[in-house]
């Protein structure tokens, strides 16, 4: 994610990182190539009966416009929800852990249930973005427990089974009363939430239709542009071709970015800043003395 | 649902499997000789003082383009929600059997009550499929439980009964407090929320009229496109109608399709690979060393 | 409501039965012959200075259909959350009686709590379509309760009172801990909240001011019409001025059908099959043998 | 709020009582008597070189028309939470009354509970309203209970509190279990949630920002409107000019009206209606005789 | 916030403060400008072939006009929800310290309780607008519980686990059951919901290319538009080419204000009004006597 300090409406207009741009200029410059040769061909193909007027283009981008905002509300509503679902994690770990900590103030294995709770926000993450866990994951619990949530497949969710465990064994020994424990399954039931729903969101995208209609559409549509503009524009038409080009494609572009809130795209969400985030919370929650350091972003104002 | 990896997107534009071409194209290609004989025929009925513009269209083709985001996004609701349901049901299966597990880790039966829940899994997405139930069914319970399912007008509904027995069974017997039983039924609320929510889905569609009034009108303007654009882009008159026309109607084909997210066309929901992945992982949560193979897509990226 | 099997798109453009074309035709007709008007007395009125052209009808369509788009967003929200509160309504008495059934298994009437849920149903639905109750709830229940329940202004709430009641003697007798009370009252509570829902959704119509703006202008606009089409395209003026008409004056006419979703119009909810289903669903779990058939569309697809 | 029965389309029209028209119809005045100096003036500015014509005008309506739409989605969203808050209230009332009559059925103050009930709601009507509320409230609480409530900042928060002592009165008298103590006090709890609900929506208006830049681009737009039509439609300017400006004008005095919904208002929530509702259902649920008659619309329809 | 009394039409067109005008005007003046520019070197450009007509940008000013319209939607979101969240915390802190003070009537550190109530508010405020903290907490707890906080990286949570430890030492002196001690602390697990999205909401800004692509494309479409403009106004370019860039570049402008809900700005939230009347209804319902004064709008009618 870019996280960019506020800045002056003129500098924004010539920012590149970060935007879509790095990903589209190849298409723009074609679409630039294209009009130049339209103008070039223009009395030719006038001369064989050929014409275009802006017309039905203007019903097509009226149209296109609208089935975009459509997608680009889809993919928005998943990017929000993803990030609404790690809120939720962090507001599930820090209940859970306040909770545990004043019912059970005196326990000695405190530091053990906040690992695992830690673990389960790396192991998520890591998850979502496909990425070798074990080593990682060590650093949080006993090499027992890591073979039992390495050879499961849903790493996460067995990670919530241990810690319902701890949970559980302190019930039958009399620590915790039954409400208490039925108190604290409930924030385990809340991380389990979090857990289906981001995996929701990995394993279902937005039905492959929706991507591919405006896909082709968008992209006939700036194809055609130029035969249509080039009768009233001229000389003109290669740069107001390039912007309407631009503002149709990036957004399909940026839909698409969306539409995978959890990859490492410049507009994705920062599990890892999240992640540390959550660990420094729950650390120093339980009086601890090493805290890792707080995760900043890179020069290009970008957080993973 | 097709899965498909990310590709470049000129590679998109020619993709056939996946879109809705497949059902359309004979629609499209029918619009594309029409144009043909408009252009043909336009001599002949301008002199008898037939005459069209672009204009009213205009004013139609961006009603229809406003009123087919409304059909798409009240469709594409109903995917989400039928989605967010069986996440629902991921959820609920997962933390019922780790309550279950952890309050009662030594109950013999609990073999039985996983099968259970697996059963309610496969019995929904039969029911809503409308596939023939016992056959599969009798493989996760006894024949007394089955035929007692198979006898009931909403078998789903019978399944949660059944696993409310064995739940209170332990709480007569003793070994389930008030309160742990009160937690364990809240979770088959849980599951009872999604059986309805589903039923709902597939019993109520989209008011039939809105259905009706987009497809009567998306279908007229495609047939009178034709006629207004001729004089404007004479020669390229199939090229732009055809374009807009699969603009219009492949959406309003795509937002039927999502109205019944349950069924096994293109971009439906996988139910069988998320019940497969409900099997897996409750199995695994028992510990058990029998587990299905994952279900994945075929060569089509086509996941049922 | 209209249930229909999925149909060749070339069919679904002539059906008349279930669209809102039964309610609508006059107005289109008589627009059609206001068009024929226009043409006729076209040389007359232009003769005296008078001139129409379609340019700022674009701007006022384009206007009304994204106010249009706005209604039946509002009015179909309205629909969808009246389904959902029945749906609602079906979760709470399934799990009501879940609960009840495996908490009191042996409890002799049990008969006599499932037809007051029963009756819950009914006389809401009776309620919201304001149609006489005492004859239908008589069967459900004594005469001493129904004289209760009909002389109370709000006889569901009534109904409520008495399951509570049910539910507390019960609980005086020592057969149900306060927590399983508690938890039974939340079932009733939910039952409030679909009570309440439905009441609140018949009593607060859409702001009147919404229906009667669009209504004005959408009228005004279909008058209007015919004179600034008919420069552009003459004799095609009464088709396309009655084709922009029906689409307007139907997405108009069809809000104001779902704004009270609880009538017994083509698109409103089918309480009748709802009930119906949920008496069905609720006998059955009782074990009983007397289940009332189902109920089925007519040769209309027409589903009550 | 006006509750119109169902009337003909044609009479529709031309409604007065209830559309926003009796605030307006001075501004469409003013625009109809420019557009006519616009006409008579045309001659003399096009002669100084000075010309209008529609198209830059048609995507400044579009615009405003998709920005209008925007607002009055927000502020119907306000007026529909404000609606459900009130819902929310009468299911609170409900089942908290339910429950302590099904709990304690033989407590002789059931009466004083209830009408601390009914108080609340007027008081946060009145509050709401911002009308004096001492003489009201006299009627349903003792003397020193309201000096208190009347001393404090909130009344209707102080009232929420008196409740709650009523109810630990009996905890602390063993007459209400913990279990039963904290189902009710969650009930407070979801009245608490309508008392915040509605003051966050009384203090916290759309930003003023909104209010005015459509305020100011609706305007400007009419004033400047019969300028560009004038050439186009001559002597027709001022009906279509009028016509233009009552759908964006309405549009923008109707949001501003739901904006709150507390109001007295044509287009308010009716609060006194929804209060006098509660009152007759608390109180048949009491089984009391005195309850007061059922408020009725006046002759225009309108309730307050 | 500006807290405006509702005024006269007129009147509001002339608004100055509080509209984004005082941060736009240099963009709208350059603008006219660059217009009387247009207008002077026309003869000369269009001796060059070089021309411009309205009809490209009608297209790209419906495309931005939809793609605000949806970026205005994700920011006032984004409002909306922050004034929710505070709105939650009134609640949760009314309901909270209602149900101590009756469960614990004569509690001798109740005022303790409710000081880190209020410190929990006016934290969190500072945290979001990143002000100083030490001072204004020091009021309201002790010098060894503030320097906890202090020392925290998340000072609004640490102040959320003292009061977690504030109601375990009464549980563990028998004086709150786990009931009441479980329902007291889900209301601060409510107030952890509040922290954790408010953070939320200040840590992930809306994807950040959205911002440039609006941006850029409102600029370079108010750029392009007087060239545009110019062939069919003329001398009224510069007013129509201002008033069009007035609409496009105020709503950018405001959204981008709204993104950041907690900042000072005109339309930001009043969190000092908000925290201030919480603090008022809190001492109140503990009966205290020094209860601060409420904050009123200043003259411009801003509240902070």
Not at 285 to 290: I, K, L, Q, T, V
């Amino acid at each position: 994610m870019i996280v960019r300090p506020q800045q002056h409406w003129l500098r924004l207009i010539f920012v590149w990182h970060g935007s879509v741009l790095p990903k589209i200029y190849t298409r723009l410059f074609l679409n630039f190539l294209l009009s130049i040769a339209v103008i070039l061909m223009l009395p030719w193909y006038s001369s064989l009966g050929i014409k275009f007027t802006v017309a039905p283009f203007s019903i097509l981008g009226v149209a296109i416009a609208i089935f975009l905002g459509f997608k680009n509300n889809a993919c928005y509503s998943r990017y929000v929800e993803a990030r609404l679902l790690w809120g939720q994690l962090m507001i599930a770990a820090r209940s859970l852990f306040r909770e545990v900590k004043n019912t059970l103030p005196d326990d000695p294995h405190l530091g053990e249930f906040v690992r695992l709770q830690i673990a389960f926000a790396h192991c998520l993450r890591m998850t979502l973005r496909r990425q070798p866990q074990a080593e990682q994951l060590a650093g949080y619990m006993s090499a027992d427990n890591l073979r039992r949530v390495m050879d499961s497949s849903s790493p996460a969710n067995r990670i919530l089974l241990l810690m319902g465990e701890w949970l559980a064994v302190r019930r039958r020994e009399g620590q915790l009363s039954d409400i208490l424990f039925h108190s604290l399954n409930n924030r385990l039931n809340d991380m389990s939430v979090v857990l289906s729903g981001c995996e929701r969101i990995a394993t279902t995208p937005v039905p492959f239709a929706y991507t591919l209609i405006l896909h082709r559409t968008v992209y006939l549509f700036c194809i055609m542009l130029p035969f249509a503009l080039v009768v009233d524009l001229h000389y003109m038409t290669p740069f107001v071709s390039a912007l309407i080009s631009y503002t149709f494609i990036s957004l399909d572009t940026l839909a698409e970015e969306l539409e995978d809130p959890f990859g490492t795209e410049d507009n994705d969400l920062p599990l890892d800043a999240i992640c540390n985030a959550m660990e420094r919370d729950l650390l120093q929650m339980n009086d601890e003395e090493a805290i890792p350091e707080r995760l900043l972003p890179d020069k290009h104002y970008q957080l993973t």
